[in-house]
């Protein structure tokens, strides 16, 4: 200062107001009035400080906002389509274990007489339970229709 024109600690005080004017107008806060704003140092402390103060804010209202979506309540379409899909598979579980019914009543082997008869009734019994334990409607009723 002795030997400038200028005063060092004034214009470091200039430019470091100028600089929180500048950090607040791009932040859109204040960074405060404290005696320490005069160094650049601890504004740009308060302005990371501000932008991790933001960012988890805003992480926070994303965590709640996704947990209200899965909290939501179904619509009405929802609701008919999933009730729709329990209908269909209980239709079909229900066709599943009356082909089944049929199957075992004309195939059970216990019920024949004639020994190579009574092995291939037991043959054929098998095939049907493991497809009754697959729930699988369409070999129970390919098998259907190998009997007729």
Avoid: C
Avoid at 120 to 125: N, Q, V
């Amino acid at each position: 200062n002795k030997y400038s024109g200028t005063d060092f600690d004034r214009e470091a005080a200039m430019q470091a107001a100028q600089m929180k004017a500048r950090l607040e107008a791009a932040l859109g806060v204040g960074l405060g009035d404290d005696a320490d704003v005069h160094s650049e140092e601890v504004l740009l402390q308060r302005a990371r400080e501000h932008l991790a103060q933001r960012a988890e804010k805003k992480a926070a209202a994303a965590t709640k906002r996704e947990a209200r979506w899965a909290a939501r309540k179904k619509s009405s379409m929802q609701l008919a389509a999933e009730a729709q899909e329990a209908d269909e598979q209980a239709q079909i579980s229900l066709s599943i274990r009356e082909v089944y019914r049929k199957l075992a009543s004309a195939l059970h082997p216990d019920r024949e007489t004639d020994p190579q008869e009574r092995e291939r009734k037991t043959r054929l019994m098998q095939r049907v339970n493991e497809a009754y334990d697959k729930n699988n409607l369409l070999q129970l009723l390919e098998l259907q229709l190998e009997l007729e």
